[in-house]
Each structure stands twice: as structure tokens, then as C-alpha cells.
């Protein structure tokens, strides 16, 4: 067998040990994400096994449509509400295939604050703002002036 650096070094029954605690300069493969697998059993058609991407992707691609239509705040707050949706499915749910980016923490608060922000913006849109937020609005004006 060839050693090619600590990590790959075998041991007596010729499986690979760590010889150090130290990451490898290179890695080689990456960890599937926690909750990564699939959504549904491996017999299952492909698109059946994504189910929770296929879903927000479906919402966040009717939100653009209605976005393009003319219908501004109205797509922008399904597209936020996708990424909100795809938080939670990827809290609740134990597997949720390629929903899954990096770890499940990581995962919930990113879909969460960017679908949260998205809406906030989306709510606090103008003319006609269906929610106004005065010290956002003083921040704002504030920047613009000077």
C-alpha cells in the first residue's frame, strides 16, 4: 500500500487511520450534510426523493413569475415565504435530500433570516408600504441624505 499523508496511513488490518489530529492539507471527499439523504425511500422516482427542494424551488419559481408579472409585493413575499417554508421542512424533517446544504443549524438559521428579511423588505416596499417600521424608515432616510 502507498501512504500518501498521515490521514490515509493503515493500520494493522489495512483500514485507514489518522496518524494526526491535524486536518489534511487536501481534503479528498466531503461530508454528507446532516439530514442529507433522501426524503423518500431509494425506490422512489428521482423527483419524489427531493420533494422538499422541488417544493420551495416551485414556490420561489411562481414568486419570480408573479414578480415579473407586475405583481411585486406579492412575489417577493412567496419567494420569502419559500425560503421560510424550507427552514422549517428542514427543521422538522429527518431527511430532506439537497434542502440539505450544511449542517442543520446552519441551514435553518440561513433559510430563516434570508427568507425573514426578504419578507420584512417585501412587507415594507413602496408606495404604500403594508407595514411601516419608523426607525427603519429614519435609518434610511438618514443614509440617503448624507
Same mark, same amino acid.
Given at each position: ?72 409585493? &406579492? =412575489?417577493?413575499?412567496? *419567494?420569502?415565504? $419559500? @425560503? ?9 424533517? %429527518?431527511?430532506? !435530500? ?15 433570516? &434570508? =427568507?425573514?428579511?426578504? *419578507?420584512?423588505? $417585501? @412587507? ?9 417600521? %419608523?426607525?427603519? !424608515? ?9
Amino acid at each position: 500500500m502507498v501512504v500518501r499523508d498521515p490521514i490515509s496511513a493503515p493500520d494493522a488490518e489495512g483500514r485507514p487511520r489518522r496518524a494526526t489530529r491535524r486536518f489534511p492539507l487536501f481534503t479528498r471527499d466531503t461530508a454528507r450534510p446532516e439530514g442529507g439523504g433522501r426524503a423518500a425511500p431509494g425506490d422512489a422516482p428521482a423527483p419524489a426523493r427531493q420533494w422538499p427542494m422541488l417544493a420551495v424551488l416551485a414556490v420561489v419559481g411562481l414568486g419570480l413569475l408573479l414578480t415579473a408579472l407586475d405583481a411585486f409585493r &406579492l =412575489g417577493t413575499l412567496l *419567494v420569502g415565504a $419559500a @425560503l421560510l417554508t424550507g427552514a422549517v421542512l428542514r427543521w422538522l424533517l %429527518p431527511g430532506v !435530500g439537497m434542502l440539505a446544504v450544511r449542517s442543520r443549524f446552519t441551514d435553518i438559521v440561513t433559510y430563516g433570516l &434570508l =427568507g425573514g428579511t426578504i *419578507v420584512l423588505l $417585501a @412587507l415594507m416596499a413602496q408606495p404604500k408600504p403594508w407595514l411601516e417600521i %419608523p426607525f427603519l !424608515g429614519d435609518v434610511l432616510h438618514f443614509t440617503i441624505r448624507q
